[in-house]
């Protein structure tokens, strides 16, 4: 069985550990161990992490907030990320992950739960579309990072 609750403190190694086995999933680069546990520490405020247990080890989390305003001018979460390890696939931790954030969405008065995902991962999509989410393809997804961020702050 899988259990969803809140990441604690003391969940930050084994976090940790699972969001470097992210970053080498998706084949990018990942800051050391000790990096990645300072921003846990330090998250920006209003970011929330649940975690996804099974069997006394963490096998998946997911990081979220609250945005605002949304259609009709209320507010919602935006899903930033939702992991699960790859040995842990198939025993509804994301789902769990999920159902755990609607429920926590609808205690707070949100309406709706936003996320991107990898238009390529039929997989994934599949599942999304399994849990009565639906594409929203009239929106496409902006990144500003790097020098074009530099640009536009300098003005």
Partial sequence: MVAVRACEVADHPALAGLMAEMQAHYSVPCPPDAEIRAGLANRPAGTELLVAEHGGALVGFAAFSAIYPGPGL?????????YVAEPARGLGAGRALLAELARLALARGLGRIDWTAARDDEHLLRFYESLGATPQPEK???????????RLAEG
């Fill in 140 to 150: 496409v997804f902006f990144r500003l990072t790097g020098e074009g961020l530099a």
């Fill in 74 to 82: 209320k507010p919602g979460f935006f899903l930033k990320e939702i």
